[in-house]
C-alpha cells in the first residue's frame, strides 16, 4: 500500500503492548483505527487515548469467536466501508517446557495463537479481495517462531503463524492484498499479565534472565508500530524488529543448510520438487523481481 490516509485498520488485541503500538503508529499515518480485545477497562482506556489523536474505535472481541469475528466484519463494511489492513496480534504468552505443559494448555494457546490468526484472515481476506482495493494483511508471530526458542507449545503457534502467512504471501502474489509476518524479540508490554492458562502453571521467564533485565533491554511497543506502517507502506514480507537477531537467524538457517545431503541434484526431481514448492515471495523479497 502506498497511502494508509483515509483508510482503516483492525488490530487485534489492539489495547495493549505491540497492538497498541501498532494502533498509534496506523493512527498516525492518518488511518481509522478499530482496536479489539477482551478486557473492557484496557479496552475503554486505549480507545479513549487514541481517540485524543486520531479515528479511533474500541470492540470486544475474542479471537477464538467465529461468529464474533463475522460480527465485526459486517459492522465494519456497514460503518466504515470495510476494512484495509488487518492486524492479526492478539495473543498470549506460554513458555513452559513440553513435558510441563497439559493437552488443554496446548488447545489454549494453539487456539489464541494460531487459530485465532487464521480465524480473522478468513473471514475478513474474501471481503478485502471483493473490494478489490489495495489492503494489507499483518499478523504478529515471534522471533520465536524462526528460532525455535524453548517453550515449544509457543513456539510452534507462532512458528505455525509464520508458515501459515508465507504461503498466505503466495496465495495473494497477483492480488492488491500485501502480507506481513512480524517477529517481535522482546517488547515493552504486559503479556506476562495476560489471561491466565488452564491450570495451573510453573512461571518461567525466557532464557532464565532476570525480569529487571528483560524489562530494561525490551523494545518500546510504539518502535514495533513504527517497523509495521513502514513494512505495510513497502510491502514488506518480514518484519524482523531487532538488529540483534541477525546472528541468531544466520545461525539457524546455516544449520538447515549445513544439513541438506551433499549430492548432485537429480535433475528431473529438482524440476518436480522446485514445481511444487517455489515461493515467488522469497524472490520478491530478495528484490529478484518488481511488484
Ligand atoms: N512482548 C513480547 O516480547 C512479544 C514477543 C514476540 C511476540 N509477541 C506477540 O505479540 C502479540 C501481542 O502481545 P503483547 O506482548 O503486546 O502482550 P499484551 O498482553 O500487552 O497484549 C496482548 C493482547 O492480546 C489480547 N488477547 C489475549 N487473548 C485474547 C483473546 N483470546 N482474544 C482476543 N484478544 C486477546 C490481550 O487482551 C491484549 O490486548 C502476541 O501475539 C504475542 O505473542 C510478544
Same mark, same amino acid.
Given at each position: 500500500?502506498?497511502?494508509?490516509?483515509?483508510?482503516?485498520?483492525?488490530?487485534?488485541?489492539?489495547?495493549?503492548?505491540?497492538?497498541?503500538?501498532?494502533?498509534?503508529?496506523?493512527?498516525?499515518?492518518?488511518?481509522?483505527?478499530?482496536?479489539?480485545?477482551?478486557?473492557?477497562?484496557?479496552?475503554?482506556?486505549?480507545?479513549? #487515548?487514541?481517540?485524543?489523536?486520531?479515528?479511533?474505535?474500541?470492540?470486544?472481541?475474542?479471537?477464538?469467536?467465529?461468529?464474533?469475528?463475522?460480527?465485526?466484519?459486517?459492522?465494519?463494511?456497514?460503518?466504515?466501508?470495510?476494512?484495509?489492513?488487518?492486524?492479526?496480534?492478539?495473543?498470549?504468552?506460554?513458555?513452559?517446557?513440553?513435558? #510441563?505443559?497439559?493437552? #488443554?494448555?496446548?488447545?489454549?494457546?494453539?487456539?489464541?495463537?494460531?487459530?485465532?490468526?487464521?480465524?480473522?484472515?478468513?473471514?475478513?481476506?474474501?471481503?478485502?479481495?471483493?473490494?478489490?482495493?489495495?489492503?494489507?494483511?499483518?499478523?504478529?508471530?515471534?522471533?520465536?517462531?524462526?528460532?525455535?526458542?524453548?517453550?515449544?507449545?509457543?513456539?510452534?503457534?507462532?512458528?505455525?503463524?509464520?508458515?501459515?502467512?508465507?504461503?498466505?504471501?503466495?496465495?495473494?502474489?497477483?492480488?492488491?492484498?500485501?502480507?506481513?509476518?512480524?517477529?517481535?524479540?522482546?517488547?515493552?508490554?504486559?503479556?506476562?499479565?495476560?489471561?491466565?492458562?488452564?491450570?495451573?502453571?510453573?512461571?518461567?521467564?525466557?532464557?532464565?534472565?532476570?525480569?529487571?533485565?528483560?524489562?530494561?533491554?525490551?523494545?518500546?511497543?510504539?518502535?514495533?508500530?513504527?517497523?509495521?506502517?513502514?513494512?505495510?507502506?513497502? #510491502?514488506?514480507?518480514?518484519?524482523?524488529?531487532?538488529?540483534?537477531?541477525?546472528?541468531?537467524?544466520?545461525?539457524?538457517?546455516?544449520?538447515?543448510?549445513?544439513?541438506?545431503?551433499?549430492?548432485?541434484?537429480?535433475?528431473?526431481?529438482?524440476?518436480?520438487?522446485?514445481?511444487?514448492?517455489?515461493?515467488?515471495?522469497?524472490?520478491?523479497?530478495?528484490?529478484?523481481?518488481?511488484?
Amino acid at each position: 500500500m502506498r497511502d494508509l490516509r483515509g483508510r482503516t485498520a483492525l488490530v487485534t488485541g489492539g489495547d495493549s503492548g505491540i497492538g497498541l503500538g501498532i494502533a498509534h503508529a496506523v493512527c498516525d499515518a492518518g488511518m481509522s483505527v478499530v482496536i479489539s480485545g477482551i478486557v473492557e477497562e484496557t479496552l475503554e482506556k486505549a480507545g479513549s #487515548e487514541l481517540a485524543a489523536v486520531g479515528t479511533a474505535h474500541a470492540v470486544r472481541l475474542d479471537v477464538r469467536d467465529r461468529a464474533g469475528f463475522a460480527a465485526l466484519a459486517d459492522r465494519m463494511d456497514r460503518e466504515f466501508g470495510g476494512v484495509d489492513v488487518l492486524v492479526n496480534n492478539a495473543g498470549v504468552g506460554f513458555l513452559a517446557p513440553t513435558t #510441563e505443559a497439559t493437552f #488443554e494448555q496446548w488447545d489454549w494457546v494453539l487456539d489464541i495463537n494460531l487459530t485465532g490468526v487464521f480465524n480473522g484472515i478468513r473471514t475478513f481476506l474474501p471481503r478485502m479481495l471483493a473490494a478489490g482495493r489495495p489492503g494489507h494483511i499483518v499478523s504478529t508471530a515471534s522471533i520465536g517462531g524462526l528460532l525455535g526458542a524453548p517453550g515449544s507449545t509457543y513456539a510452534a503457534a507462532k512458528a505455525g503463524v509464520v508458515g501459515l502467512m508465507e504461503a498466505l504471501a503466495a496465495e495473494l502474489v497477483d492480488t492488491p492484498v500485501g502480507v506481513s509476518i512480524l517477529t517481535p524479540g522482546i517488547v515493552r508490554t504486559n503479556i506476562h499479565n495476560g489471561p491466565p492458562p488452564p491450570g495451573s502453571v510453573v512461571v518461567h521467564t525466557p532464557g532464565d534472565a532476570a525480569e529487571t533485565d528483560l524489562h530494561a533491554a525490551a523494545m518500546p511497543p510504539r518502535e514495533v508500530g513504527d517497523r509495521v506502517v513502514r513494512a505495510i507502506l513497502d #510491502e514488506q514480507l518480514y518484519v524482523i524488529t531487532h538488529a540483534e537477531h541477525r546472528e541468531l537467524l544466520e545461525r539457524r538457517f546455516d544449520a538447515i543448510l549445513r544439513c541438506v545431503p551433499d549430492e548432485q541434484p537429480d535433475p528431473r526431481r529438482a524440476g518436480v520438487e522446485r514445481l511444487i514448492l517455489h515461493n515467488p515471495v522469497y524472490d520478491r523479497a530478495l528484490g529478484r523481481t518488481a511488484r
